[in-house]
């Protein structure tokens, strides 16, 4: 039994470097480093987002603001923005090229802006690529559903 345990604390371990992602296939290695950029992001490690960023980042908020790496890490940095208890859900992956992945899903988070926490939840579209075997993200979209869609039954 206790030998069982430290292997699967090894195993997790593993799975947690991001060296060795590259080993695993494709959408697990993707979930990985979605996971890591949650944790980065709720501990405001910049250096841990810029690392699973891409140089050529596009990130576009849920307010419509679109960021490059450099803009995202440094507003991060200033220190006006916090998150917590971010949850996904819902998580999609689809290898839609050899080194290019997708992400469709759901966040659930309190996000401070300023000295004001709210409770946000997102849907977003997140776009993974495999940079010299290291998984980056690209590509972000977000958006807060309003619930109501504007497209008419079918009948």
């Given at each position: 039994?206790k030998?069982?345990?430290?292997?699967?604390?090894l195993?997790?371990?593993?799975?947690?470097?991001?060296?060795?992602?590259?080993?695993?296939?494709?959408a697990?290695a993707?979930?990985?480093?979605?996971?890591?950029?949650?944790?980065?992001?709720?501990?405001?490690d910049?250096?841990t987002?810029?690392?699973?960023?891409?140089?050529?980042?596009?990130?576009?908020h849920?307010?419509?603001?679109?960021?490059?790496?450099?803009?995202?890490?440094?507003?991060?940095?200033?220190?006006?923005?916090?998150?917590?208890?971010?949850?996904?859900?819902?998580?999609e992956t689809?290898?839609?090229a050899?080194?290019?992945?997708?992400?469709?899903g759901?966040?659930?988070?309190?996000?401070?802006?300023?000295?004001?926490?709210?409770?946000?939840?997102?849907?977003?579209?997140a776009?993974?690529?495999?940079?010299?075997?290291v998984?980056?993200?690209?590509?972000?979209?977000?958006?807060?559903?309003?619930?109501?869609?504007v497209?008419?039954?079918?009948?």
């Amino acid at each position: 039994m206790k030998t069982s345990r430290h292997l699967f604390v090894l195993l997790l371990g593993l799975l947690a470097s991001p060296a060795l992602w590259s080993a695993l296939p494709p959408a697990i290695a993707v979930v990985q480093a979605d996971h890591a950029r949650v944790k980065a992001m709720m501990a405001g490690d910049a250096a841990t987002l810029g690392a699973l960023m891409s140089d050529q980042l596009r990130f576009a908020h849920s307010d419509g603001r679109v960021e490059s790496k450099a803009d995202y890490v440094k507003n991060l940095l200033a220190g006006d923005t916090a998150y917590a208890d971010v949850k996904l859900r819902e998580v999609e992956t689809k290898q839609i090229a050899p080194d290019v992945v997708y992400v469709l899903g759901a966040q659930q988070m309190r996000k401070r802006l300023g000295p004001d926490w709210s409770d946000v939840f997102l849907r977003y579209l997140a776009v993974w690529r495999n940079e010299g075997g290291v998984w980056r993200l690209v590509a972000w979209q977000s958006a807060r559903p309003a619930g109501n869609s504007v497209v008419p039954p079918k009948k």
